[in-house]
């Protein structure tokens, strides 16, 4: 009797059931094809600077990557910078551990606004590359411990930078958070709203500091003058925007100031004088009209006149003499 045949490997990988073969219970009508081996991104022969020849860095499974990253940081510190090979060995560390970038990029991606997210993404990477230049393998630490923080940081750092509406200094945009912080402490120490002395207490400022930060902290959002507008607060909108309901400057307001600041000066003056702005100013007569009403030439009254405006507008402009006690 002649020995079973064992099913082979062909060209094309296919498992064919021999029917002679009384152990091969497999249906001779259907063929089962060999799953060809998952093909891995890198390859065991030597490539550039001595190291495995990666061809597609950012598809190396995040078991493979560490493994792999410490054999390259280890090479990238016996290379010499600026040559293809310090750059190939660089380059592939930054693209096998970009994974790193896209994990801390969601912890912020609620605060990302449609296309922003890749500039974040971005900003991300540049904390990758500082990452990469500063470690030292000799610690035996590993990468990731190093990397996250320098990713995470410069992200912050973009957010803070770029995402207020007006800019302010920066030491107001600490003092922002630091005043966010103790209004939370505090409202659940003193079951109330802390007031700006007790925030200014607790952070160990001066009330005019405290009120400095709050008042930058508007600076962060903006809202749009297009917006609807609600007349009470959170309820409907009525149709109009906020642009629609804001002041404006009154123009006659620095008239007011002027006539208040004049009302003093006027009661200095004598009855004659007084009159002759009345008539002047208040009727609208004519010089020639005025001094036949008081009995003087024209010429005359165009020399008090004068004079009389010239002491007010001094006196408007003089600087207030100090009170003594």
């Not at 997210?117 to 540049?126: F, L, Y």
């Not at 003056?269 to 609208?284: A, N, T, V, W």
């Not at 507008?313 to 006690?325: D, G, Q, W």
Request: net charge negative; glycine share 6%.
């Amino acid at each position: 009797m002649p020995a079973p045949v064992q099913p082979t490997r062909t060209a094309d990988p296919v498992h064919t059931a021999d029917p002679t073969d009384p152990t091969d219970t497999a249906d001779p009508a259907r063929t089962t094809p060999l799953l060809p081996r998952p093909r891995r991104p890198y390859t065991e022969a030597t490539g550039i600077a001595d190291l495995p020849r990666i061809d597609e860095p950012r598809e190396v499974a995040p078991a493979d990557a560490r493994e792999l990253s410490r054999v390259f940081f280890l090479r990238l510190r016996e290379l010499t910078e600026g040559t293809p090979e310090h750059q190939y060995v660089r380059n592939t560390l930054i693209e096998m551990n970009a994974s790193l970038v896209q994990y801390a990029v969601r912890r912020f991606r609620s605060r990302c606004d449609g296309g922003d997210i890749e500039d974040v993404v971005q900003v991300g990477t540049i904390g990758l590359i500082k990452a990469i230049d500063r470690f030292d393998p000799s610690r035996e630490n590993e990468f990731s411990t190093l990397a996250m923080p320098y990713i995470t940081g410069e992200i912050k750092r973009h957010f803070r930078d770029t995402s207020w509406a007006v800019r302010v200094p920066r030491r107001l945009q600490e003092l922002r958070i630091d005043i966010a912080k103790a209004k939370e402490e505090l409202t659940v120490r003193l079951d109330r709203s802390p007031t700006v002395t007790d925030l200014a207490g607790h952070l160990g400022l001066t009330d005019e500091e405290v009120v400095e930060g709050l008042v930058a902290a508007n600076g962060h959002t903006s809202g749009s003058l297009d917006a609807p507008h609600s007349d009470h607060g959170d309820g409907p909108t009525t149709g109009h925007t906020l642009a629609d309901v804001m002041g404006e400057e009154e123009p006659a307001l620095a008239l007011v100031e002027d006539v208040q600041a004049l009302a003093p000066l006027l009661e200095r003056l004598s009855e004659r004088e007084r009159s002759m702005l009345r008539m002047r100013f208040g009727e609208e007569l004519t010089q020639a009209q005025i001094g036949t009403a008081l009995g003087i030439s024209q010429m005359q009254v165009s020399r008090l006149l004068n004079r009389i405006l010239a002491h007010l507008r001094a006196s408007l402009l003089a600087e207030p003499a100090p009170e003594t006690s």
